[in-house]
């Protein structure tokens, strides 16, 4: 039950969103995220499916089953890629209409920048090994069959 509170946290601060902040982006009251926060009850499958969407995490990376954070499909970075674009869009929905001000607006789109920049990061990084796992593979394949 440790990580499940603090990995919520965690995520939260690191990204330097307020629980108020979080409550308004996901629609998860924020007495409901502090009590998952203190562990004082568990989040239901929809909440944790916001939350995971929201951080761009899988949802076990959430729980505490798995301790790597990085989308592992291709279909989970397209997701985060689209929870950042969407956060962005909700940012500035709610600055036009003065729900929040647009130095806050201009904060938020700064953290979805700074988001998006570590998930190309991240792609590139991978595209990069599996680059380097092929050209591993391919040098071994003709190195055995020169021996033959």
């Given at each position: ?8 946290r965690?995520?939260r ?7 108020k ?20 009850r568990?989040p ?12 761009g ?38 600055a ?14 700064k ?15 991978e595209t ?8 591993l593979q391919?040098?071994?394949?003709r ?5 033959r």
């Open positions: 039950m440790y990580k499940l509170r603090n990995r919520i965690e995520l601060v690191e990204n330097k969103i307020s629980q902040q979080l409550a308004r982006d996901t629609g998860i009251s924020q007495a409901s995220l502090s009590q998952y926060e203190k562990a004082g568990n239901k499958i929809e909440a944790w499916l916001k939350l995971a969407d929201y951080f995490v899988p949802v076990s990376y959430l729980q505490g089953i798995e301790d790597k954070s990085e989308p592992t499909s291709e279909l989970e970075h397209q997701k985060s890629h689209d929870a950042i674009w969407k956060g962005m869009a909700k940012t500035l929905r709610a036009s209409v003065g729900t929040i001000g647009w130095e806050e607006a201009y904060q938020d789109l953290r979805y920048q700074r988001k998006s920049d570590e998930l190309r990061f991240e792609e590139k990084q990069q090994k599996r680059m380097f796992d092929l050209a391919t040098f071994k394949r190195d055995r069959n020169e021996k």
